[in-house]
Every structure is written in C-alpha cells, then in structure tokens.
C-alpha cells in the first residue's frame, strides 16, 4: 500500500462472523473515497468458551468467500490487505486456513491481536465522526470477541479485548438462537463477570463521547429508529440512540423468543435473527459499565482502519513495515517498565542494527525483518523483571502474552519474542513447539536475527560501551569487525562474542570470527 492520490486499495476484515470488503481511493488530501464495500456472512468460528478449531466446513466457506471479495477488490485494480481476527487468532488449525488463503484466494491474511485490532478500529472511527480533538469511548462487538477503547486523536489511551462476542455467546448461552428467560439473565451475569474488571481497568480514563463501530451496534440503532419513526436510513453513521432507547430494543428482541419470531421486527437484517440477543445483552452490559447516557455509531470500523493505516503508512513494499512511532513507543513503553538496564538495551539494540546492515548483501532482508530485530533488542531483557537465570524464556512469555504492543500483528510478536527467547542458551530447533509451527521463511528470520542478537548482547557483555561500533566482511568466513571505545579493553566482549557465534553461522552458512578493528596507521585519514 501506498498514500498517492488516486491510488486504489482495498482491505477484508476476516470476522468471526462475516467477511467486510472494502475499496478506496486515496483522495487528494488523504482520505479515502469509498467506491465499494461487500460483505459475507461465513460464521467462521463457533464455540461456546475458545474457539479453539475451524471446522472444515467453515474453512471451506472462508475460502469461497475470501476467493469472491478477492476477486471484486481485483475488477478496481486494486491491492488487497486481509486481517483476520479471533476466531483466527484462537484457532489451533489457523495455519490450515491462512496456507489455503494464500494458495487458493490468493491473499495472505495476517492475523492480528485484540489490542491491534481496537487500534485499527480507533484509527476508522476518527476518520468517520468529527471527533480528533475528544476523549472517546470506542465499542466494537464482533462475533468473539468485544474490543474497547478509549483514545484521543490517533492516539489510543487505553485498550482492552474481551472474549465475548454475540457468536460466542450465542453458541454458549443461546444455542439455535432460543432464548429463555433463564438463559437471558446467566448471559448477563456472564457478561458482567467479565466487563466488571474491564471497566475498572478504564475508569481512570474519562470519556467525552461513546462511540459504536460494529455491525451489532449499527443494527441495534436501525431497530431504534424502526421503533421510533417505523423507518431507518442505510448510512448509519453518526446516528445516536440512547440508553432508554436501547432498553426498548433489547425488550422487543427478548419479547420474541427464536429466531423466526424476530425476523419480523424492524431493522433487524434477518442474518442476525439468531445472534442478536447476545448482541443486545452485550452492549447493555457495556452500557452498565460504563454509565453510558447515549452511544453514536461510526460508519468507519476496522476495514476502514486498516486502509488507513497503510496508506498514512507512506511508501511501498517494505517500507510500509517501517517502525512506526505508535509501534516505537508502544515497544519503548514496555522497556521502561520492565528493564532496569536501559544503557545496555540500546548499545545492545544498537549494535545489533549496524550488524544487521552491514550483512543486507548476505541475508537479504528488509526493513521489515530490521524493525523486527529492532524491537526484539529493545525487548529481550524484559524477562529479567520475573527471573535472571531463565530470562529469555520469561522474556517470550512477557512479549507474546503483552496486550500493549500497538501495531504489531499477531505473527509479528510471536517472531519478535523467538527473538528475544533465542538470544541466549538453546539454538531454536523443531522439538520447540513455537518454533516448529512457523513457516521455512519466518524460521529463517528467527536464526538470522536472534544470531545477530547474540553476539551484539555478547559485545556488551561487561556493560561498559567496550565495544563502540562494528563492521562486517562475507568471504569464505564472515569476520566481524569491531571498534573499540578509546581506552576500553574488549577482551571479554571479543571472547563472548566467538563462543556465541554458532547459531550466526548456522543461519548464514559461514564461520564466524569476531575480531577487534585493525588500528588506523599513524598519519592516515581523510585528505583535505
């Protein structure tokens, strides 16, 4: 993706319950022009608790369903970004699923985290509602999970995702959409039990306005105009609707019990017939929780956010995976909090980079794989903050389990905490469950960059700056130079750093030699 005028994108939201298409031209001053949105209805996850598999029926509707909107976002000319979300993210089998993406729709689907997903769908709803300069409240309930957020500008302020969705609910609670009256008040002391905590974590953080952007609250707002004038516009955006009006809605909805029953009520689309009474028990637990008055609905949601964010992004091909400053601050944030060693973080991080650099004509990555290494460096200690003697592998827990890591996909953490858990004793091999479930490529990238990661912590190894800069040479050996800081002895570095050359060499396919810099001769240097 790029952000040149007249440019034409497209983005898919793979849901729990439907696939969103949208198509947009970058407008002169940024925005985007929407000239198509299509929508599948797949219910692609289903459980009661984790949605833990994709059966293969759900699989294959995925797949024609992706293969459809492929095909439409290609009749604009125009590229294709795919995220899916939980019913992705939980899934044991979701390799099953993205590897036929890929081969069959032809679209890699990148599978990102509750906090990303709330960012994206934050960064759509500033576009959508005239709102940059308030404090907001954002919903959005999908069909596994409900993501909430408050946030100001672009800028999320805090992120919180839920597993509770109105599929999820639905299957738990309502099976084949019947809903009893016993049934109806266990989902909302269920409901309750888990936004209690949520609320809490967020009171802190006051709101200016509320603000819905999924399809069960837009729906929810169309049946409240349908009971107010008997009719609802299409374009939803920027249509309010309050809480008594929402206790109307969720009275007509409980007043008939199955799915049939509802179909007759006003501005319901009959394919949430069966979920909606999880969909309204839902946001009234939100409303609860937070004391809402009133809630507007955006237009804009993650689809939206998501082609947002790549074209602001600027640039093309790696460059769209340049460290962004949200991402940047949002790794520096954990740093801080969790590593008392900062100095040696960043020589360490520093270090690390210049390697990298210095070997691109050897490894040929990018700066996608570079901003990986970046925010593992800035990372792998964090584990200290559990454990010292185990730290790398606290260190992969810390970031892979983090829900503060904004801008990051879900692959994207799990290749920077193999990093991070491979900077130090074992060599990643296949008897490591994580590290057996990645592709040939991302197993690549994780001995590329944790191998370089080893020997820029063994450089810093006495914590006093020994070692100032180093540079590279691929022979028949790969001799890696290193400059000394005036007056330091590197010897132990120097040592260190050999000893912890092996997984280097098994990434590159060359012997490792670390050596101190030859000396500038005594009048040498710069003409002038």
Same mark, same amino acid.
């Given at each position: 993706m790029n952000g040149a005028a007249g440019e034409v994108h497209a983005a898919i939201d793979v849901g729990t319950n439907s696939f969103h298409l949208v198509v947009a031209r970058v407008?002169?001053?940024?925005?985007?022009?929407?000239?198509?949105?299509?929508?599948?209805?797949v219910r692609l996850g289903s459980?009661?608790?984790?949605?833990?598999?994709?059966?293969?029926?759900a699989i294959d509707r995925g797949i024609e369903a992706l293969r459809g909107l492929v095909k439409t976002a290609a009749s604009y000319g125009a590229d294709v970004r795919a995220v899916a979300t939980s019913a992705v993210r939980e899934a044991e089998n979701r390799l099953d699923f993205l590897d036929r993406a890929a081969a069959e729709a032809g679209v890699q689907v990148e599978v990102i985290s509750g906090t990303e997903e709330a960012r994206l769908i934050h960064l759509g709803v500033v576009q959508a509602l005239s709102v940059f300069d308030r404090?907001?409240?954002?919903?959005?309930?999908?069909?596994?999970?409900?993501?909430?957020?408050?946030?100001?500008?672009?800028?999320?302020?805090?992120?919180?995702?839920?597993?509770?969705?109105?599929?999820?609910?639905?299957?738990?609670?309502?099976?084949?959409?019947?809903?009893?009256?016993?049934?109806?008040?266990?989902c909302r002391a269920y409901v309750r039990s888990f936004l209690t905590p949520v609320g809490h974590d967020l009171a802190p953080f006051r709101y200016?306005?509320?603000?819905?952007?999924?399809?069960?609250?837009?729906?929810?707002?169309?049946?409240?105009?349908?009971?107010?004038?008997?009719?609802?516009?299409?374009?939803?955006?920027?249509v309010s609707f309050s809480r008594a009006q929402l206790a109307e809605v969720t009275g007509a909805v409980l007043a008939a019990p199955t799915p049939e029953a509802r179909r007759a009520i006003g501005g319901l689309d009959e394919r949430r017939a069966d979920v909606i009474v999880a969909g309204v028990l839902l946001l009234e637990g939100v409303f609860e929780c937070f004391d809402i008055p009133s809630i507007t609905v955006s237009g804009?949601?993650?689809?939206?956010?998501?082609?947002?964010?790549?074209?602001?992004?600027?640039?093309?091909?790696d460059a769209f995976w340049h460290l962004s400053d949200i991402r940047r601050e949002s790794v520096l944030r954990i740093a801080e909090d969790?590593?008392?060693?900062?100095?040696?973080?960043?020589?360490?991080?520093?270090?690390?980079?210049?390697?990298?650099?210095?070997?691109?004509?050897?490894?040929?990555?990018?700066?996608?794989?570079?901003?990986?290494?970046?925010?593992?460096?800035?990372?792998?200690?964090?584990?200290?903050?559990?454990?010292?003697?185990?730290?790398?592998?606290?260190?992969?827990?810390?970031? #892979?389990?983090?829900?503060?890591?904004? =801008?990051?996909? /879900?692959?994207?953490?799990?290749?920077? $905490?193999?990093? %991070? &858990?491979?900077? #130090?004793?074992?060599?990643?091999?296949? =008897?490591?469950? /994580?590290?057996?479930?990645?592709?040939? $490529?991302?197993? %690549? &990238?994780?001995q590329l960059l944790a191998g370089i990661l080893r020997i820029a912590?063994?450089?810093?190894?006495?914590?006093?700056?020994?070692?100032?800069?180093?540079r590279a040479e691929a022979g028949e050996a790969l001799v890696i130079s290193c400059r000394t800081a005036p007056g330091a002895d590197a010897?132990?570095?120097?040592?260190?750093?050999?000893q912890r050359s092996e997984l280097l060499a098994a990434a590159t396919g060359l012997a490792v030699r670390v050596v101190a810099e030859s000396p500038v001769p005594a009048g040498a240097g710069s003409e002038g």
């Open positions: 407008s002169p001053s940024g925005g985007l022009e929407i000239l198509c949105r299509d929508k599948e209805v459980g009661s608790g984790d949605m833990r598999h994709l059966t293969p029926d404090q907001i409240l954002v919903t959005d309930i999908g069909g596994g999970s409900t993501e909430l957020l408050v946030g100001r500008g672009t800028r999320p302020v805090a992120v919180r995702s839920v597993k509770l969705g109105h599929v999820r609910l639905t299957d738990r609670f309502f099976p084949g959409g019947a809903a009893g009256d016993a049934a109806v008040e266990e200016e306005l509320a603000v819905g952007s999924s399809g069960t609250i837009a729906t929810i707002a169309q049946m409240a105009e349908y009971l107010r004038d008997g009719r609802a516009g299409r374009w939803l955006n920027n804009y949601a993650l689809r939206e956010g998501v082609l947002l964010d790549g074209v602001h992004a600027g640039g093309n091909g969790y590593d008392e060693e900062r100095p040696h973080v960043q020589r360490v991080t520093d270090l690390a980079l210049q390697l990298f650099d210095a070997l691109v004509d050897l490894h040929r990555f990018g700066l996608y794989e570079r901003d990986l290494l970046e925010a593992a460096g800035m990372l792998h200690n964090v584990g200290r903050f559990i454990s010292r003697g185990a730290h790398h592998k606290h260190s992969y827990y810390v970031i #892979r389990s983090s829900d503060r890591l904004l =801008g990051f996909t /879900e692959r994207e953490v799990e290749l920077m $905490a193999l990093v %991070a &858990r491979y900077q #130090r004793k074992a060599l990643p091999r296949t =008897g490591h469950a /994580e590290f057996a479930a990645l592709n040939t $490529a991302d197993r %690549a &990238r994780v912590i063994a450089l810093d190894r006495t914590r006093g700056g020994a070692v100032s800069g180093v010897a132990v570095e120097l040592y260190t750093a050999n």
